[in-house]
């Protein structure tokens, strides 16, 4: 991309509003302070709200609004703690760096947004610019596969965002709450609890191998950064 707005997680089964982007990047270009903006999302051609912006609490990604029908109660600008579609300009990637490829699928949206939060600029929902999800058109809605990468995903973006002394409570909260996810989409879908339930615990096995990895990184990193300082006295 060699543009000065670039446009994240627009997914094939997203459908914009003619006048979507022109609304968003108003809003980036005469607010220097914030780093992101995204739009109202409706479920599919229904009126709906898939999101409106979305909310991140005990690690657990909630679209604001989602399932609700639109009667105006997110109508106004506002705060938000991560886009699921992003607009953002060059310079503010060039600061904060790229998308995050250790989540491969789900969660480096958040991932990005909580970076952006953490250099200072805002993430902020404008109702006016309008998408519709279709929903799923990648993975399908209550896959197998969709489940590794959600419940993957929250591990990692856990270990990276959240203090030290909350993530071993957390991390225990949602490796039960994995298995919860398992048989709730194994029912909707009509599938195998068990075939959800392995799936499940190979996401938690490879959650948490990339935790480790992760902390033994930064305690690398960190010792590395000590012993120059010692040996540059």
Known sequence: ATGDI??????????????????????L????????????????????????????????CIGRGHGKIDR????????????????????VVE????????YEYYGDDVDFCLRVRKRGYKVVFVPQAISRHMRSATFGSYTTRKLYYLLRSRLILI???????????????????????AIFYACRSRGRISDYVRKAFKALRDGLNIVIYHHL???????????????FK
């Open 159 to 181: 270990a990276k965002h959240y203090p030290f002394y909350s993530r071993i409570p957390l991390l225990f909260l949602h490796s039960i709450a994995s298995f919860a996810y």
């Open 217 to 231: 990184l930064i305690s690398c990193s960190s010792n590395r950064h000590k012993l120059h300082s010692v040996s």
């Open 95 to 102: 600061d904060v760096g790229p998308l995050d490829e250790i």
């Open 29 to 60: 270009l005469i607010a220097r302070e914030v780093g992101v903006v995204t739009g109202k999302r409706y479920l599919g051609k229904t009126q709906k709200i898939d999101s409106a912006g979305g909310r991140l609490i005990m690690g657990f």
């Open 6 to 27: 670039l446009v994240f997680y627009l997914n094939t089964d997203d459908i914009v509003d003619r006048l979507w982007l022109k609304r968003l990047v108003w809003v």
């Open 72 to 91: 105006g109660d997110y109508d106004d600008i506002v705060e938000i703690d991560y886009a699921p579609i992003i607009v953002t300009r060059r310079e």
